[in-house]
Nanobody
Framework: QVQLVESGGGLVQTVGSLRLTCVGSGSSLGNMAWYRQVPGKQRDLVAAITSGGLTDYADSVTGRYTISRDNAKNAIYLQMNSLKPEDTAVYFC???????????????????WGQGTQVTVSS
């Protein structure tokens, strides 16, 4: 069983930066991703990365967010810059042991999810 633990969330002012970390326990992981969710809305993809480092981003964060990973640590990171109040959400890490050739895969492919970390951007 894989457990994912996120960290790095918090309160930041508009145009500030935060870096989220997600570390997975157990065996090596394939595709991983960050999602976010606000109350009353669906969980949306923010950024995804293959085991080989291919990435994909939601249009709303392209140019501001960067996803990266360290396979030796079974970890992914999300560097968030130029944050906006609309980025406020609970951010979730997702992972699967399967290795896809594309970074953007259906959320149903992710077998493991973290508990989430709150990111709040004040105006």
């Amino acid at each position: 069983q894989v457990q994912l633990v996120e960290s790095g969330g918090g309160l930041v002012q508009t145009v500030g930066s935060l870096r989220l970390t997600c570390v997975g326990s157990g065996s090596s992981l394939g595709n991983m991703a960050w999602y976010r969710q606000v109350p009353g809305k669906q969980r949306d993809l923010v950024a995804a990365i293959t085991s080989g480092g291919l990435t994909d981003y939601a249009d709303s964060v392209t140019g501001r967010y960067t996803i990266s990973r360290d396979n030796a640590k079974n970890a992914i990171y999300l560097q968030m810059n130029s944050l906006k109040p609309e980025d406020t959400a609970v951010y979730f890490c997702a992972a699967t042991r399967r290795r896809f050739t594309s970074a953007r895969i259906s959320s149903s492919n992710y077998s493991y999810w973290g508990q989430g970390t709150q990111v709040t951007v004040s105006s």
